[in-house]
């Protein structure tokens, strides 16, 4: 799947306050999710980013059968599209690729990679990952301390039928994951760039 932000870094370099708005999305926080959107002649890939926490209740590394378990049943929840975002039924949208993995720890756990009509692996999720006990029980939030968040990561495409139909995008995502509170997203169409605040109160996106 092609980096989506690429597109949107591409359509922004005009515009430097939208530039440190995005920066400042790229923090960590809880209850924020953070998406990209692209729509581009009837393709549309959106791109989100969610912090641990919001998805299944934790951010450390996932050692115990149980949080191994909360992990899996996440991606498996974000593998399928409808779970998360909903695209207007008449523009005729099909799914050609999706992949969901969760970034932990100081390094990347690649959980899952799966496209729509591949079979989902999703085994050996933290293998050969231990940390110190005593980074554990640190509790001076440094830097070390940082890295060790874990932010799962989705993306999508489509392809669709007819692009004008493509007004709205809703996301059930909030039904899914209860923690979630928020989504920062950022939309690029063939007319133009936003921004916007999609709310577990106001669960849609408008594109302009």
Known sequence: MKPIHLALAASTLATPVFAQDTREMDAHVHGVSTAEIAVEHGKV???????GMDIVGFEYEATSAEDKDAVEAAIRTMLMPENVVALPEAAGCRLT????????????????????????DHEDHAEGDDHDHEDHAAD?????????????HVSYAFACEDEDALTT?????????ANAQEIEAQYVTETGAGQAEITRD???LTLE
Not at 45 to 51: D, G, L, T
Not at 97 to 120: I, K, N, P, Q, Y
């Open 140 to 152: 001076d939030h440094d830097h070390s301390d940082e890295a060790r968040h874990s932010e799962f």
């Open 202 to 204: 106001e669960p849609e």
């Open 97 to 120: 690729e999706v992949l969901a993995h969760l970034h932990g720890g100081d390094r990347d756990h690649d959980d899952s990679d799966a496209h729509m009509d591949g079979d989902h």
């Open 169 to 177: 995008i809703s996301f059930p995502f909030f039904t899914q994951f």
């Open 45 to 51: 890939e959106i791109n989100i980013h969610a912090p």
